[in-house]
């Protein structure tokens, strides 16, 4: 099992990790280096920093949680709550969301650190198809993401929240439910951003007047982490917005 650095490490040992992933990620990836750089400061990276982060295993998934646990739920039991600036309050059970229409997305998944898996396979139902459902406000401009871990929080505008790539996952790597390792039984997939973007135990989305930014853009990320050009992927769009 890989796990990766909690908060309760002692500063220094984050700081001396993150260096040593740093010099393993700069062989490799020279737009994340700058961004790591750019963000490291005083921080460790997203989801990184411990010992996982400084094996070189190819293609593979690094296993993030920021808190000490990977929490853990049925799909009987999950829920997922549409909340916010809407007229059309719902909870989604996991039986509901597979019952609506299906988006299949194939794309690679990069975090921000320099790991990449090529050709991850996700299943879900677009986050565009949820939001139409809800009847958004005018007032609203931003969709928030909460997990159930208790603690990691994301967002987007309420542009980026409307494209086809991405989508509410209930599919990953042929598996579904999504494992609770990778954030199951839902997580988000947003398949143009960096991917811290895409919160894993998805618990609840909320309709918001604006960004609030996210776990780790509150420690320096980008909040709109679009996926570079020089990483072979031009997502964004032309004002990067
Ligand atoms: N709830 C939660 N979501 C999260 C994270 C996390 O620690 N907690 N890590 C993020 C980061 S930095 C990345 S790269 C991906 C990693 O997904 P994986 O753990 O399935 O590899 O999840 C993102 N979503
Ligand atoms: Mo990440």
Wanted: hydrophobic share 35%; charged share 20%; proline share 5%.
């Amino acid at each position: 099992m890989t796990l990766t650095a909690s908060w309760k490490r002692p500063v220094g040992r984050r700081i001396v990790l993150g260096m040593v992933t740093l010099g393993f990620a700069g062989i490799a990836f020279g737009e994340s280096v700058q961004r790591f750089i750019g963000g490291a400061i005083s921080k460790v990276s997203p989801g990184g920093g411990g010992l996982a982060s400084l094996i070189p295993g190819a293609n593979s998934f690094r296993i993030y949680t920021v808190t000490d646990s990977f929490p853990s739920e049925s799909t009987q039991d999950y829920t997922l709550k549409v909340t916010g600036l809407i007229d059309n309050p719902t909870t989604y059970t996991f039986e509901d969301l597979v019952g609506l229409p299906q988006t299949s997305l194939t794309k690679d998944f990069q975090c921000v650190t320099g790991w990449r898996v090529p050709n991850v396979h996700w299943k879900g139902v677009l986050l565009s198809e949820i939001i139409k459902r809800a009847s958004v406000q005018p007032r609203a401009q931003a969709v928030l993401f909460h997990s159930f871990d208790g603690v990691y929080t994301e967002s987007l505008t309420l542009d980026q929240a409307s494209r086809n790539d991405v989508i509410v996952a209930y599919e990953m790597l042929g598996q579904r439910p999504i494992s609770s390792e990778h954030g199951g039984p839902v997580r988000l997939y947003v398949a143009p951003m960096y991917g811290y973007k895409s919160c894993k135990w998805l618990s609840e989305i909320e309709l918001s007047d604006k960004v609030i930014p996210g776990y780790w853009e509150d420690l320096g990320y980008d909040v709109n982490a679009w996926i570079g050009r020089s990483n072979g992927r031009s997502d964004a769009p032309v004002d990067g917005a």
